[in-house]
C-alpha cells in the first residue's frame, strides 16, 4: 500500500498522542505540517479542476472543429456532385508548343488520347467549348490545314470522351 506525506503525518501524529508523547513543539510541528499538507494537498486539488476545466474546453473545441470539418466534407460533395466533371486544373503554360497551322493527320495523331490541360499546352485556349453530357467539344479556328491543297482550315472542333481526346472535325 502506498501512502502519501498527509497520511503519514496523521499516523505520526496519532502515533505520538497515544502513546502519550507530551512535548509540545513535536505535537506543534507535527500539527504546522498538517496544516502544510493540507494546503497542498487543497492547493492540487483547484489544479486538478482547473486541469479538467481546460480538458472539457479543449474537447469541445475539438468537437467543434470536427463539426466544421464534416460540415466543409459534405458542402464540397454537394457542390462536387452539383457541378460533375469539374476539377482543379494546373496552371496553363505561357505559350502552345504546335506550330500553327498543323497538317490534319500530324495533328489528329498529336492530339488524340490528350488531356485538355495536355491540348491547351500544344495548342492554346479553345475559342470555346460545348458539351452533350458525356462529351466536351473545344473548338478552334485556323490551327490546321489541308496538304492535300495547302489551305487553312476555317475550323476544329477538338472531342473529349472520358477526359481525354477522341476525334477531331476539321472544318475547311
Same mark, same amino acid.
Given at each position: 500500500?502506498? &501512502?502519501?506525506? &498527509?497520511?503519514? %503525518? @496523521?499516523? $505520526?501524529?496519532?502515533?505520538?498522542?497515544?502513546?502519550? $508523547?507530551?512535548?509540545?513543539?513535536?505535537?506543534?510541528?507535527?500539527?504546522?505540517?498538517?496544516?502544510?499538507?493540507? %494546503?497542498?494537498?487543497?492547493?492540487?486539488?483547484?489544479?486538478?479542476?482547473?486541469?479538467?476545466?481546460? #480538458?472539457?474546453?479543449?474537447?469541445?473545441?475539438?468537437?467543434?472543429?470536427?463539426?466544421?470539418?464534416?460540415? %466543409?466534407?459534405?458542402?464540397?460533395?454537394?457542390?462536387?456532385?452539383?457541378? *460533375?466533371?469539374?476539377?482543379?486544373? =494546373?496552371? +496553363?503554360?505561357?505559350?502552345?508548343?504546335?506550330?500553327? =497551322? @498543323?497538317?490534319? +493527320? +500530324?495533328?489528329?495523331?498529336?492530339?488524340?488520347?490528350?488531356? *485538355? +490541360?495536355?491540348?491547351?499546352?500544344? @495548342?492554346?485556349? =479553345? #475559342?470555346?467549348?460545348?458539351?452533350?453530357?458525356?462529351?466536351?467539344?473545344?473548338?478552334?479556328?485556323?490551327?490546321?490545314?489541308?496538304?492535300?491543297?495547302?489551305?487553312?482550315?476555317?475550323?476544329?472542333?477538338?472531342?473529349?470522351?472520358?477526359?481525354? @481526346?477522341?476525334?477531331?472535325? &476539321?472544318? *475547311?
Amino acid at each position: 500500500m502506498k &501512502f502519501n506525506r &498527509f497520511t503519514v %503525518a @496523521v499516523v $505520526c501524529a496519532f502515533c505520538l498522542l497515544q502513546s502519550g $508523547c507530551t512535548d509540545k513543539k513535536k505535537i506543534e510541528e507535527l500539527e504546522n505540517a498538517n496544516k502544510s499538507l493540507q %494546503a497542498e494537498a487543497q492547493s492540487l486539488r483547484d489544479q486538478l479542476g482547473e486541469s479538467s476545466k481546460q #480538458l472539457a474546453q479543449t474537447r469541445q473545441e475539438l468537437d467543434r472543429t470536427k463539426a466544421q470539418i464534416a460540415a %466543409a466534407q459534405t458542402e464540397a460533395a454537394r457542390l462536387q456532385s452539383q457541378s *460533375p466533371g469539374l476539377e482543379r486544373k =494546373p496552371a +496553363e503554360p505561357a505559350a502552345p508548343t504546335a506550330k500553327i =497551322p @498543323v497538317a490534319q +493527320e +500530324e495533328f489528329k495523331r498529336a492530339v488524340t488520347g490528350m488531356t *485538355p +490541360e495536355q491540348l491547351v499546352g500544344y @495548342v492554346g485556349k =479553345p #475559342l470555346g467549348t460545348s458539351s452533350d453530357g458525356a462529351r466536351q467539344y473545344w473548338d478552334y479556328d485556323a490551327i490546321t490545314y489541308d496538304p492535300a491543297t495547302g489551305k487553312s482550315d476555317r475550323h476544329v472542333q477538338v472531342l473529349f470522351m472520358n477526359g481525354h @481526346v477522341g476525334g477531331v472535325i &476539321f472544318i *475547311p
